[in-house]
T-cell receptor, first 114, second 114 residues
Framework: EAGVTQFPSHSVIEKGQTVTLRCDPI?????LYWYRRVMGKEIKFLLH????????ESGMPNNRFLAERTGGTYSTLKVQPAELEDSGVYFC????????????FGPGTRLTVT | SQQGEEDPQALSIQEGENATMNCSYK?????LQWYRQNSGRGLVHLIL?????REKHSGRLRVTLDTSKKSSSLLITASRAADTASYFC??????????????FGTGTLLAVQP
């Protein structure tokens, strides 16, 4: 069974540009989460999808970030325009249910904004 | 202030020895998950323990949870060089169908010397 996959593994962009990160959850997992770690700090929650619906987006830092999950399969996280402080590692996770279930993480996308 | 805090921040042991890492948290939870991250890679899920559980085992791993002390420990027995990694605890509080957003600590860096 394939795990959570993320693309790209690394992205380097200039301040002001746009970047789109993609996450493919484990097949059959309706629940998809985005997390990120910036500036060597703790990994922090961004948002949670149940199928195509946003269940909780309380961790999204500002309106430069847009997450979508059309069709309830893969998800994208767009940063537009990117700022220097957006640099970090963006993780995606998926789980079988929305409650107390194991969350399986992908390898992450390392975003560098110069 | 952060929810999870691992102790020690770094641990170096010899192969074959046991390694114990601790995690303390501040608010009530209903689940705690331990993860491993090898250098530059994604998070690997190790164990999920619910608040009504006191201990769980998986292979060479043993996790305990003391909700009265708001702490958890991860014990790795008979360590191997391949266990060298960062270990994170992540707490979740999912009540009434709310999102089980995980709050991560800063991690313990374990080095197992061959």
């Amino acid at each position: 069974e394939a795990g959570v996959t993320q693309f790209p593994s690394h992205s380097v962009i200039e301040k002001g540009q746009t970047v789109t990160l993609r996450c493919d959850p484990i097949s059959g997992h309706d629940n998809l989460y985005w997390y990120r770690r910036v500036m060597g700090k703790e990994i922090k929650f961004l948002l949670h999808f149940v199928k195509e619906s946003k269940q909780d987006e309380s961790g999204m830092p500002n309106n430069r970030f847009l997450a979508e999950r059309t069709g309830g399969t893969y998800s994208t996280l767009k940063v537009q325009p990117a700022e220097l402080e957006d640099s970090g590692v963006y993780f995606c996770a998926s789980s079988q249910g929305a409650g107390v279930y194991e969350q399986y993480f992908g390898p992450g996308t390392r975003l560098t904004v110069t | 202030s952060q929810q999870g805090e691992e102790d020690p921040q770094a641990l170096s042991i010899q192969e074959g020895e046991n390694a114990t890492m601790n995690c303390s948290y501040k608010t009530s939870i209903n689940n705690l998950q331990w993860y491993r991250q090898n250098s530059g890679r994604g998070l690997v899920h190790l164990i999920l323990i619910r608040s009504n559980e006191r201990e769980k085992h998986s292979g060479r791993l043993r996790v305990t949870l003391d909700t009265s002390k708001k702490s958890s420990s991860l014990l790795i027995t008979a360590s191997r060089a391949a266990d060298t990694a960062s270990y994170f605890c992540a707490t979740g509080k999912n009540y009434g169908g709310a999102t089980n957003k995980l709050i991560f600590g800063t991690g313990t860096l374990l080095a197992v010397q061959p």
